[in-house]
């Protein structure tokens, strides 16, 4: 199991977020940058597993997006292109009205 912790509240969003950046957790303004996040992600299958957050800049402002089943279908999609086949975990946590902030992790 990854060392970082998957947030379930805002609120233990907002204290992952004051972490840092780190060899688990990296933070993506956006699914925009879905296909720098599946490097990512893919580098922490090789480790020890990971966290990435899409909707956080990078110096930690988690301000969410706006997220459709189009969105998470998206994500999906890019994890089903991993060779092995690999586990990812979505979740979602609302920031703000009409933002969420999307949680991909692995083991």
Same mark, same amino acid.
């Given at each position: 199991m990854t060392?970082?912790?998957i947030p379930?509240?805002?609120?233990?969003?907002?204290?992952l977020v004051k972490e840092g950046e780190?060899?688990?957790l990296e933070f993506k303004r956006s699914t925009g940058e879905l296909k720098e996040a599946m490097q990512t992600l893919?580098?922490?299958?090789?480790?020890?597993?990971g966290v990435v957050l899409f909707g956080v800049r990078p110096e930690g402002a988690g301000e969410g997006q $706006? !997220?459709?089943?189009?969105t998470l279908r998206d994500i999906a999609q890019a994890a089903d292109?991993?060779?092995p086949p690999a586990h990812l975990s979505?979740?979602?946590?609302?920031?703000?009205?009409?933002? $969420? !902030?999307v949680i991909a992790a692995v083991d």
């Open positions: 060392a970082v912790r379930a509240s805002a609120k233990q969003l907002t204290a780190g060899p688990a893919c580098a922490f299958l090789n480790g020890s597993g $706006e !997220v459709s089943d189009q292109r991993f060779e979505i979740h979602r946590v609302k920031v703000k009205i009409g933002r $969420e !902030v």
